[in-house]
């Protein structure tokens, strides 16, 4: 594999690796599929927000022994979730999980049009604002896109192409594997604003749009839906 824009970011975190060679099997039932993504995307997620947020200095509080201290909270103050249907939604609980306090989760509905593999949207709970100046945006500073796979990366780029014309700052997409050539795709929408986080690259497509070894179609193995 040649080397990936300055952007994309694949972990070498041992554990992660092992967890990512057992969700490739095809013996994986679902709710083992469902436990190996979380686990990776809470991995995930702590390796890419550890580069994308800053601690900083919050109010003050009192220990349960009486002792003054001033809390630590993070920056920017407003992040969200975009999880890509379906498979996405896999991965929201991990990403709340490391983020030290709830926020909004907004979801994106696309598809791959079958002949084509164009992103199709069908579904979109953005808040449906446009900013006319940075004063009245009410689009996060980080918009942290959460999809198992990036195929052809036609999905992931029109989802960040819909985030950055919403008003996000800043995109950082987690996905657990992506084929070489869509992540360059995703890569090169919006490079000076966004960050790509994966735990592993594979290097080709199948003519159906598959990733080889890849991981099946999540979606499906998730939600038990094999064989529609």
Not at 93 to 111: E, N, R, S
Request: proline share 7%; hydrophobic share 40%; charged share 20%.
């Amino acid at each position: 594999m040649s080397s990936l824009p300055s952007n994309v970011h694949v972990s070498k975190h041992p554990a992660l690796r092992s967890k990512l060679s057992q969700l490739r099997s095809k013996s994986a039932g679902s709710r083992e599929v469902k436990s190996l993504i979380h686990d990776i995307a809470l991995i995930l997620s702590c390796e890419a927000l550890a580069t994308s947020i800053d601690a900083v200095d919050g109010p003050k509080d009192v220990s349960p022994i009486g002792f003054d201290y001033t809390t630590t909270t993070i920056s920017p103050s407003t992040i969200s979730i975009v999880p890509i249907l379906r498979s996405g939604l896999g991965m929201v609980d991990a990403v709340q999980t490391i983020l030290p306090d709830p926020v909004p989760v907004h979801h994106l509905g696309m598809y791959r049009e079958p002949t084509t593999l164009d992103p199709v949207e069908y579904y979109n709970n953005l808040p449906h604002h446009i900013p006319s100046s940075d004063s009245d945006s009410s689009a996060s500073s980080l918009a942290i896109v959460v999809d198992p796979v990036i195929a052809t990366g036609g999905t992931c780029a029109a989802a960040i192409s819909t985030l950055r014309e919403w008003g996000a700052k800043h995109v950082l997409v987690i996905a657990v594997v992506g084929a070489e050539e869509g992540v360059r795709t995703v890569a090169r929408e919006w490079p000076e604003a966004t960050e790509i986080w994966l735990a592993g690259v594979d290097p080709e497509l199948t003519k159906e749009g598959m990733l080889k070894p890849g991981l099946g179609d999540v979606g499906d193995r998730l939600f038990l839906t094999i064989g529609k």
